[in-house]
């Protein structure tokens, strides 16, 4: 019984893509074209950088070249956001769509979508959010509520999306909503995706402060917003397995250990430089974060050949969302929340200790992860 | 699947594998009723003995079995989660490699390690009392080290035994049958240290892996308040918790085991990859055991069941060859030395930043 496919060692090819990467992120640093922090994948909005990464050919990179993609494999694609993170750099304008859009555009979406957003997506020039949460549906996904009617040519979409991030700044998101009554006995049915201009007049979009007074998050209303048949995503009722067989790609790569860890790389140079005291802590967290690659790549191996991976990407997710939580929390305590002669490992840190509530609770909460886990050891 | 541009692959001979499965299977189905006090099955030994298993890392000249690390760890995982009481690693991959560095002959009968003080004493010998001969790493002088094999017939053997009820004796050495070894170079104790290591982490994560299986199967069967207690969420989380720990030393294990077989036990990254397994499988090891005897319940703690025939073993062993404090320290060390610009390189590479460019 094994969970967790094997990994393997990365290859040739993908370490001179590293090196390539790291080059990239070194000359940007020294061009001052960004400050390193944590979360960027949340929190550094920044077309300027996203653009620059598209000019290296690191976006769009699993999307065939016909639709102006890199056709690039999911593991290249690692190693890219591996590096991106790593560095703190900000990538958030263009995660959504890099890592969940495109290939979802790509496996549902038909010849016209595909024209009409990818190559948009990998120039970063179109930017996306997903709508899936509501206020009475978190965890419990097929309870939405969001109500799409047929009308002629299309549907209207009536109903409120939350923590939608980056809506404010983002062109579409995909929405899923009802668009067939709920019947009790099959509530996974009657649900569809939908692509949803949220330029549109009737999308009216309010910020969701978050405890520090930073605005990633977003309510997001539709009053009735219009969707042509032709923004339809796939199949009309079949929204929930189109949801759900993509959470493979959402859940378990690098952005699920490395939320923290430009935070964990200033506590180093702090021990190093003797600001802070020796502790074995920190070699441990070094220890998980360094098994937690292994094991994220192993899943991005089996989504390279189309293998099943819904367990061990919710076992990945359970683990490295513990362990960059955990960071920051270790960091807090051994320095009285942070060092009076360290700027950056004060402000990465205040940071992480407020953004660390949501690493376990975006994309699946962790109670909802156990289960799943539980179900692939047969116990559910 | 991926070309080798992209990945390499390691992984043990699957003949092998299904062999180990089998002979280890059956002695677990087989094997006699369970006893506080762990004794070496002869009966095994001589088993795998004729099946080569007991020297199959050795060269085939000198009597192995030719195989890898990669055959070698799983051996180890597997007679680990049959809880069999047979010294592999001691004969095998530590006493058998130092009897060859040093160029003594190996006879073929029961060997196991130490490294003696300077009074010629070793404490918490494992198998001590069972061996026909021990192989000695002993410092002479600081820097000084040599390999001595010798007979159990000038040994003066105190029995003792660790946490699992294992022979894990006192042995006290002539000083001149340890001064009449054979001189081996400094980085000899160096190997000896990862190997015993990753061989002690091999042994670890084969328990924790049977574990999770145990109680897999207890959270089916036993049923309380009308269902199986595996129903019930709050055992589904703490299951999934020790699945996930267990997963995770896994994979801690086989990359180190991939890292010393492909870059050789003299290179950092696998100082490092050692390391990170060590420290991962010893931090599992307190979630699984507590987690385990948890769903188990009562019934695990008693001398009848599976359960403790894993969980010593595991507690007794993460401590061996450094304990798991000892490596997060080391790993802090190494942290700490590459500090903010240069740690992205160690976690990656296992490497300072000026040796993985070398």
Redesign the interface.
Known sequence: ????P?????????TAL?AEVRRFLADQLDAGAFVPHVDTWLTGWDVAFTRALADRGWLGMVIPKEYGGQGR?F??RFVVTEELL?AGAPVAAHWIAERQIGPSLLKYGTEEQKHAFLPGISRGEIFFGIGMSEPDSGSDLASVRTRAERVDGGWRLTGTKVWTSGAHHADAFFALARSAPLDPARRHDGLSQFIVDLHAPEVHIRPIVSMGGDHHFNEVHLDGVFIPDDRVLGTVGDGWRQVTSELGYERSGPERFLST?RL???A??A???GRLP???????H??????????SF?VS?AL??HAEADT?AA?VK??GTIGEGDIADYVDTLTGGGLPDDEELTRLLRAAVLQRPGFTLRGGTN?VL??V??RG???? | ???????????ADPDVVALLTDVFGRYREERPSRAAAVNLDRDLWRRLDDLGLTRLTAPESSGGSGASWLEAAALLSIAAGAAAPVPLAEHDVLGAWLLDVAGLPHDGALRTVCRPDAEGVAAGVPWGRCAAAVVALWQEEPGRWRVADVPATRLAVEDRCNVAGEPCDTVRFDRADLAAGVAVPPAVAEEFHLRGALARTAQVVGGL?RA??VV?AH??ERTQFGRPI??F?A???L???V???T??A???T??AV??AV?SGWADPATL?AV??AK??VG?ASSVVVRGAHQVVGAIGTTLEHELHTLTRPILARRGEFGSV?E???????????????G??T???T?RAAEEASA
């Open positions: 019984m094994s969970l967790v094997a990994a393997g060692a990365e290859g040739p090819a993908l590293r494999t593991l290249e790593a860890y964990l790389a200033a180093a140079s021990m190093g430089e020796h502790d074995a802590g920190l070699g441990r070094v220890a998980r974060l360094a098994v937690l690659r292994h094991m192993a191996m390279e050949e061990a076992l359970v683990l109670e156990r289960g886990v539980a050891l047969g116990l559910r | 699947m991926a070309p080798p541009e992209l990945v390499t692959r390691s992984a892996e999770v299986e897999l959270a089916g595996g129903r969420q055992v589904q989380h299951v999934a918790d699945a996930a720990e997963a995770l896994r994979a801690a086989d990359a991939a890292r492909v490092f390391g990170v420290s991962c931090h404090r490596w997060d320290e080391t790993l802090t060390r190494l942290a700490a030395s590459a500090g903010r610009d740690l992205w160690l976690v990656t296992g």
